[in-house]
């Protein structure tokens, strides 16, 4: 099959892009769309021109490294794929493909397509966390666990940290992500310890990194490749403002 | 925003409520209006307390959109929208036109600015006391057809306004929850349905004459005391059991 990308070029986080037209041909349907990105780069390297960058990692799915907004949505046509699953089948041949890096004040763009989304790794080291024990192991199972709070917090753990829900959000809010990993915790009662000030320093940290606002629109949810619910928002918002109320009549350290 | 949109719809919730009295008797809104009006200082402190909450609601929302559009300086060149409401993406609009309703509202009804002395007659309950003829006053405003659509218009555009509104005040606060989420948001669809309907009603009534002006005044008539079309039958029933003022006794 024969298609036209129409990628962003971008040299480095200081310059300014643009969108460049390449047509490629002979594809193979079954192609994923980063092994179809991997065609047309093996193409311009034989020109000499500069291979598109693009992100990429395990390419089945699970660490979230590939982005990418395709024809105006994350990680492409499909519901609930990464990039890296997406593939070739899903365009029709002769389709103009539109690709672009995903676009937020917290993801500046270091390269074509990639951005730099470290800011997610500041919300994780800012409560992603729980205290362990040290030394040796715990028996299994000494701490019951219901299977409803187990699965529901297995729905949240979900999450591989892609930043799509960033990418689709109209006010590129990271919600749905800094909902989806302080809920998994926040479940379960080896997070107990630390739920209050997980959610509060989470937010936080999110506020600091310049993401934006929700307002309730669930765009996040729709383009989330592990079609993590908004409902963990909720529950976010709903241990946000009990730690709130909390912190208002905690005693004080001396 | 939650909070400050919650106490905005109780208030216009009461606000349709306390208007749905124009289908009674005239005395019933207009002795209404006049318990409201003679609280006083405490109507004021109402008045000024309602003013400030949508002033902090209108602040909240201008902030959050600054913010959000901050959140991205550069845009997208294509996005599609997967799951966004129409009500929730034109929040901004309905808002806006809502917020101009408000002001041009008060200045009719509240501030009587915009119309003529003639629009905002006086007459008195059937006690005697003498009060602004509100009853008259709705259906002298709605006499122009362009008032009333834009009346219209502007509760359409509020009701919508409150279809995304509501659901999103449950989600800020974490009440929205899988368990009912759906039952809350068909419950949003009934409340702004009827919302709308209640309102568009009194509108709709006075074009199409079903509610008529009663002030004799106005109409150039007295109403007999044994009609029972409008409930001034009830009314009678006031005079022969309530508190008489003594010149009628006579």
Redesign the interface.
């Known amino acids: 099959m024969k298609i036209t990308l129409r990628v962003w070029r971008q040299k480095d986080g200081n310059s300014k892009g643009k969108?460049e037209e390449y047509v490629a041909e002979g594809l193979n349907p079954n192609m994923s769309f980063l092994e179809m990105l991997d065609v047309v780069n093996e193409n311009l390297i034989e020109k000499g021109e500069e291979p598109i960058a693009f992100a990429h990692d395990c390419r089945e799915g699970i660490c979230g490294t590939c982005s990418c907004?395709i024809?105006?949505?994350p990680h492409g046509p499909e519901n609930g794929a990464t990039t890296c699953q997406t593939y070739m089948r899903s365009f029709k041949d002769g389709d103009v493909i539109?690709v672009?890096p995903f676009?937020?004040?917290?993801f500046p763009v270091q390269k074509d397509l990639i951005t730099d989304r470290s800011a997610f790794d500041s919300i994780m080291q800012s409560g992603g966390y729980i205290t362990a024990r040290a030394g040796s192991c715990q028996d299994a199972n000494a701490l019951p666990v219901s299977k409803e709070i187990a699965d529901l917090a297995m729905d949240a753990a979900a999450c591989i940290g892609c930043g799509a829900c960033v990418a689709?959000c109209?006010?590129?809010?990271a919600m749905l992500f800094v909902s989806a990993k302080a809920g998994q915790l926040n479940l379960l009662p080896q997070g107990q310890p630390e739920k209050d000030s997980r959610v509060t320093n989470m937010v936080a940290a999110m506020d600091e990194a310049?993401?934006?606002?929700?307002?309730?629109?669930?765009?996040c949810?729709?383009?989330c490749p592990k079609l993590i619910?908004?409902?963990f928002?909720?529950?976010?918002?709903?241990?946000?403002?009990s730690a709130s109320v909390k912190g208002l009549f905690s005693a004080k350290a001396l | 925003m939650a909070v400050t949109g919650f106490i905005l719809f109780g208030f216009v919730i009461g606000h349709l409520i306390g208007n749905l009295q124009i289908f009674a008797h005239p005395d019933k809104i207009n002795a209404y209006a006049h318990f409201l009006e003679a609280l006083g200082p405490g109507l004021w402190l109402i008045r000024l307390f309602l003013l400030a909450t949508l002033v902090i609601h209108v602040w909240l929302a201008a902030q959050l959109t600054l913010e959000n559009k901050a959140a991205r300086p550069e845009g997208y060149q294509n996005q599609i929208t997967m799951r966004a409401t129409m009500a929730s993406r034109y929040m901004r609009v309905s808002g806006v036109i809502v917020f101009a309703f408000i002001i041009y509202h008060l200045l009719h009804f509240t501030v009587r600015k915009t119309h003529g002395p003639e629009a905002y007659p006086n007459t008195v309950l059937i006690d005697g006391t003498a009060v602004r003829d509100v009853h008259s006053m709705i259906i002298l405003g709605f006499q122009d057809p362009l008032i009333s659509i834009f009346y219209i218009l502007a509760v359409g555009l509020l009701s919508w306004h409150l279809r995304h509104g509501l659901v999103s005040m449950f989600q800020s606060i974490g009440w929205r929850t899988r368990t009912w989420s759906n039952a809350l948001n068909k419950i949003v669809l009934v409340v702004c349905v009827t919302y709308f309907l209640g309102n568009t009603l009194i509108v709709a009534a006075v074009m199409m004459g079903q509610v008529r002006i009663q002030n004799p005044q106005l109409a150039g008539y007295a109403c007999r005391t044994d009609c029972e079309i409008c409930g001034l039958h009830n009314a009678a029933k006031i005079v022969e059991t309530d508190d008489v003022p003594i010149d009628n006794q006579s």
């Open positions: 969108f907004m024809n105006g949505k539109l672009e676009r937020a004040k917290a689709a109209k006010n590129s809010s310049g993401f934006g606002n929700c307002t309730n629109q669930y765009e949810s729709a383009a619910s908004e409902e928002i909720s529950k976010m918002n709903r241990d946000y403002l």
